[in-house]
């Protein structure tokens, strides 16, 4: 047993996991991102696991290599750097239930600040303007061609919705960051307001 963050970790030994653990997983609204082996890993937007922290959505892990249930702290960047809490691998659905609970409500959580907000909003509105510069090089010359001389080919018009379709997503991916960023600083101002 190892200390950290004030609390012992559990023992690390290979556990089999139970068959229905996706299922039980999928019932309280946590997404499989990823499985391999004996790992899951498992995200989900709802607000009783986001509710507080600077991500959209909140990560949580299974390894059952090592008997490790483990969620994030909020701020996720990667696995190394965003361990909130660990807890045994729980083998019944009561369990599951409990245990999930319990990292929700024991996990440690990094700082929820106006600065990491607007970082994170201003991270994601970079990435869809460099994917929407990407797209105009790659198919800006055959819209500026059909602008000219217009549709005429099936081939132009599949180059030409490939790019207003990417467009649109990314500006919509926009968007959504701008929505995000403002009801993150509400939840921070009713925080420092109570």
Same mark, same amino acid.
Not at 1 to 17: F, I
Not at 169 to 176: A, D, F, L, S, Y
């Given at each position: 047993?190892?200390?950290?963050?004030?609390? !012992?970790?559990? =023992?690390?030994? =290979?556990?089999?996991?139970p068959?229905?653990?996706?299922?039980?997983?999928?019932?309280?609204?946590?997404?499989v991102? +990823?499985?391999e082996?004996?790992? &899951?890993?498992l995200?989900?937007?709802?607000?009783?696991? !986001?509710?507080? &922290?600077?991500?959209? $959505?909140?990560?949580?892990?299974?390894?059952?290599?090592?008997?490790?249930?483990? &969620?994030?702290?909020?701020?996720?960047?990667?696995? @190394?750097?965003?361990?909130?809490?660990?807890?045994?691998?729980?083998? #019944?659905?009561?369990?599951?239930?409990?245990?999930?609970?319990?990292l929700?409500? !024991?996990?440690?959580? %990094?700082?929820?600040?106006?600065?990491?907000?607007?970082?994170?909003?201003? %991270?994601?509105?970079?990435?869809?303007?460099? @994917?929407? =510069?990407?797209? =105009?090089?790659? +198919?800006?010359?055959?819209?500026?061609? @059909?602008? #000219? +001389?217009?549709?005429?080919?099936?081939?132009?018009? %599949?180059?030409?919705?490939? +790019?207003? $379709?990417?467009?649109a997503?990314?500006?919509?991916?926009?968007?959504?960051a701008?929505?995000? %960023?403002?009801?993150?600083?509400?939840?921070?101002?009713?925080?420092?307001?109570?």
């Open positions: 047993m190892s200390e950290e963050n004030g609390y !012992t970790l559990p =023992e690390c030994k =290979e556990v089999k996991l068959r229905n653990i996706r299922h039980w997983a999928r019932s309280r609204g946590l997404v991102s +990823y499985a082996g004996d790992s &899951i890993y995200r989900s937007e709802r607000k009783e696991f !986001t509710n507080g &922290i600077v991500d959209r $959505s909140r990560h949580f892990r299974i390894l059952g290599h090592i008997n490790y249930f483990q &969620i994030c702290d909020g701020d996720f960047d990667r696995w @190394a750097n965003s361990v909130g809490r660990t807890l045994p691998v729980p083998m #019944t659905r009561a369990e599951f239930d409990a245990t999930l609970d319990e929700v409500a !024991t996990a440690e959580l %990094r700082d929820l600040s106006e600065d990491r907000i607007n970082e994170d909003a201003d %991270r994601q509105i970079s990435w869809a303007l460099n @994917a929407i =510069e990407a797209l =105009e090089d790659r +198919y800006g010359g055959v819209v500026a061609w @059909a602008n #000219t +001389y217009g549709r005429h080919g099936k081939w132009v018009r %599949r180059w030409v919705n490939r +790019y207003q $379709s990417g467009v997503t990314e500006r919509g991916k926009i968007r959504q701008n929505r995000h %960023r403002k009801a993150k600083l509400d939840e921070l101002a009713a925080q420092m307001g109570a």
